[in-house]
Each structure stands twice: as structure tokens, then as C-alpha cells.
């Protein structure tokens, strides 16, 4: 695959991929480029806000609404946390438990808990706590084999 790069001083950034067959090597390339431009639809003051996935250090389901936090905001979504595990995984988005999924991507310390859980402090100095059911997933994630 031959890759040019070019610098513009003016006009829009623009990205064009051509390839003579669609081979595994484009199709990650694809996803690459398709998730970068992903939002996450949110609201705040009553207004539509979108939120790229990797600004969310977490989010946490309360009473049966779901709320993002960024480093500047608490915002409400309408995206369960089942949905956001799934469909950001790729994005570093793992649940942690029954009512929170973080963005490792976010994790700026860990510290070992009894009872096999781990204390996560995030971005911002929050703590949260990885059940002992999720930390096997983080573990891995860390040790590089997800």
C-alpha cells in the first residue's frame, strides 16, 4: 500500500482512501476513519449536544437515566450503557459495573481493593470502582490481549 501525504495551507481537510479491492487492510482503515467521526448524542440545558466518545471518562446510569461526564460537563443521554459498551468498546468504553462504564483511555491510577475489585482514579481525580465481575476485563484489556 503506497500512503501520500500532503500539507495544504487552505481549503478543507480532506481524507481519500482509493483501493483497487476492499482487503482487510482497508477495511481497518475504514473503521479507523468511521470511528473517528462518531458522536455521542447527548443533552445539556435542554439542548442537543454531541460529544466525541473519547472527551466521556464515564458514564453512569441513576435511576434509570444515563448521564456522561467529561472534564467540563455532566450531560444527559438517552444511549443505555449496554448500548455505549457495545457500540464504543473499540473505544476504550468497558463496563465496571452494574451502573457505570468508563472510558479506560481516562484511567490515570489503579489501586488493588479487597475483594478483587480495583479503585480507578479518572481524569479530573474522580474514583471509581471496578467490581471484582469486571476486573478480569480491565486486567486484560491492560495486559494487552483485548
Do not use: W
Not at 50 to 68: F, H, R
Not at 96 to 108: A, L
Amino acid at each position: 500500500m503506497k500512503i501520500r501525504i500532503e500539507q495544504i495551507s487552505e481549503g478543507e481537510t480532506e481524507v481519500v482512501l482509493r483501493f483497487r479491492e476492499k482487503t482487510r487492510e482497508v477495511e481497518e482503515l475504514l473503521a479507523y476513519l468511521n470511528k473517528r467521526s462518531r458522536a455521542l448524542l447527548c443533552r445539556k440545558d435542554g439542548e442537543d449536544v454531541l460529544v466525541k466518545p473519547s472527551d466521556v471518562i464515564y458514564l453512569e446510569s441513576v435511576d434509570g437515566t444515563t448521564y456522561a461526564y467529561t472534564a467540563e460537563d455532566v450531560l444527559q443521554t438517552n444511549v443505555s450503557l449496554a448500548g455505549t459498551e457495545a457500540e464504543y468498546a473499540g473505544d476504550g468504553f468497558l463496563r465496571c459495573s452494574k451502573s457505570m462504564v468508563i472510558n479506560v483511555y481516562h484511567i490515570e491510577r489503579l489501586r488493588s481493593e479487597a475483594g478483587n475489585r480495583i479503585d480507578a482514579q479518572m481524569t479530573g481525580g474522580e474514583h471509581v470502582i471496578i467490581s471484582r465481575r469486571y476486573a478480569k476485563a480491565l486486567r486484560r484489556i491492560l495486559a494487552g490481549k483485548e
